[in-house]
């Protein structure tokens, strides 16, 4: 009997190609480990019907020699990322009945490389939390404590991945939404460079923020999805042109720890495996120093500022009557009130009304235009500190998963993404990688350890994600 469970992304490629099973095998086992789990996980939103006859398909390439990178291979999807024939709901009630009528960029690069797409996850509505108790489908639940959140937006991503649900997933990242959901799942979550992945056909959140990556239980398992996706796409404006990835000659690394920033709301527990990762990574060899980042600080204030007034804008299309939810009215005003009043859950509807607010006349230079020059001062602060290091590392988030109904107040709940934003702000890359448990009423947790690197230099949180893996593993 072969434990799926076990294996890498390059261990399963391997035995799909040697023969040693079928990916009819392999999607029948995750389809099932898929919707046992799901009962009380519910990562899931759904598990395509069509899971197998993709499975069969690609074993005939499989046998006539074809080649494929995630030939025969599982993966689960995000539910705002469009899939012709298949629902693209955002996790809200507004969309419950809507068909994506095209594949996004991603959904037709993960059918090239001969990907078996098996369901739709779970997320915050509209890609709104850090929770995934937003979702107007239900919360997810944390594999390793089901009282516990999945993280969020992506939850519903990264929980298939804890509960073995799929070997691989693709999420999106706004302001930690990958990053986050894998420490609190155990998994490796990274959000590459804004304007690497495509943003076609992913239903937009905050769009100069948002963007598309993979979820693994290895960084090499990220790697390889992350090759397949990243591509210049003529249909997303903010898609990079050639873009020129740096190819990791260097070694031997410096990783900057602004340390001043880790000071207040972080566990001591988070922070001694954190010093346990870093003195790892300077055992194998790199350097560690300290960075300063002035204005790190004020990441969260304007990505609270940006963020809902972008996603005022998007949301503005969803009015109940070109497609989703449509509830009558005595008049159209009506209708859209009633559309929306009952289409947007109580998160979406808080973002939506900040987003207008800070948009307003009089109110527009004063929030949004000022969180402008703020995102600008702290860029300039990254780009400063990475002439001195090749990457700035802190824990993913200040502790392990949470209670579920926990943070009901908003703005603890917006102190989770304290270290994620800063990376969706400046644009750069990050990377989550389990850097071990921490227990919580005798239950261990897991906890991640994230590192930012400059401008396509994925290839180093890579180099030294794998570094990480070898003293947790």
């Known amino acids: 009997m072969i434990d799926f469970n ?4 390059k261990e399963l490629q391997e035995g799909l190609a040697s023969g040693e099973f079928t990916s009819l095998e392999l999607t029948k086992h995750y389809l099932k480990e898929g919707k046992k789990g799901n009962g009380e996980i519910n990562a ?37 990322m469009l899939m012709e024939g298949k629902k693209a709901t955002a996790g809200s009630k507004i969309l419950e009945n809507y068909v994506a009528s095209y594949d996004s960029f991603v959904v037709k690069k993960l059918k090239n490389a001969g990907a078996v797409i098996i369901g739709r996850t779970n997320l915050d509505e509209f890609a709104m939390g850090s929770s995934t108790e937003n979702s107007a489908f239900g919360v997810v639940k944390n594999p390793h404590d089901k009282k516990r959140v999945a993280g969020g937006s992506s939850g519903g991503s990264a929980a298939v991945i804890a509960m073995n649900g799929s070997p691989i997933s693709l999420g999106s990242d706004t302001g930690g939404s990958i990053r986050e959901p894998a ?3 155990g998994c490796v979550g990274l959000k590459p460079t804004y304007g690497t992945v495509s943003r076609s056909g992913l239903i937009a959140l905050g769009s100069s923020l948002d963007q598309i990556g993979p979820f693994g239980k290895t960084v090499s398992d990220v790697e390889t999805v992350f090759n397949v996706i990243k591509e210049h796409d003529p249909k997303d404006s903010t898609s990079i042109r050639n873009p020129k990835f740096y190819k990791g000659e260097k070694k031997k690394l410096t990783i900057g720890v602004p340390r001043d920033f880790l000071t207040e709301g972080v566990s001591s527990d988070v922070l001694e495996r954190f010093e346990a990762a870093l003195a790892e990574l300077k055992k194998a060899g790199h350097v ?4 300063k980042l002035p204005y790190i600080k004020y990441s969260l204030p304007v990505y609270y500022i ?7 804008t998007n949301l503005s299309r969803f009015d109940g009557m070109r497609y989703g939810l449509h509830v009558e009215g005595e008049e159209l005003l009506e209708d859209y009130n009633k559309s929306r009043g009952v289409g947007f859950g109580k998160e979406a509807r808080r973002r939506i009304i900040l987003g207008t607010y800070v948009l307003s006349s009089g109110y527009y230079d004063a929030y949004y235009g000022k969180a402008t020059v703020v995102r600008q001062m702290i860029r300039e602060d990254f780009d400063k500190a990475f002439k001195g290091c090749d990457a700035i590392a802190t824990p993913t988030a200040p502790g392990p998963a949470f209670k579920i109904g926990e943070k009901e107040d908003p703005v603890s709940m917006y102190l989770a993404d304290i270290f994620t934003v800063p990376a969706n702000i400046a644009g750069i890359p990050g990377i989550s990688i389990p850097m071990g448990t921490v227990s919580r009423h005798d239950i261990e947790l897991p906890v991640g350890f994230q590192l930012m690197a400059p401008h396509l230099h994925e290839e180093t949180l890579f180099t030294l994600g794998k570094e990480i893996e070898k003293y947790t593993n």
Do not use: H, R, W, Y
């Open 6 to 9: 076990t294996k890498t992304l």
């Open 44 to 80: 899931f939103l759904e598990i395509f019907d069509n899971a197998t006859e993709q499975a069969v398909k690609a074993d005939k390439k499989i046998k006539k020699g074809e080649k494929g990178d995630l030939l025969g291979i599982p993966i689960a999807i995000k539910d705002n």
């Open 288 to 291: 560690i120093k300290d960075v």
């Open 183 to 185: 420490a609190f799942c």
């Open 306 to 312: 940006i963020m809902p007034a972008e996603a005022s």
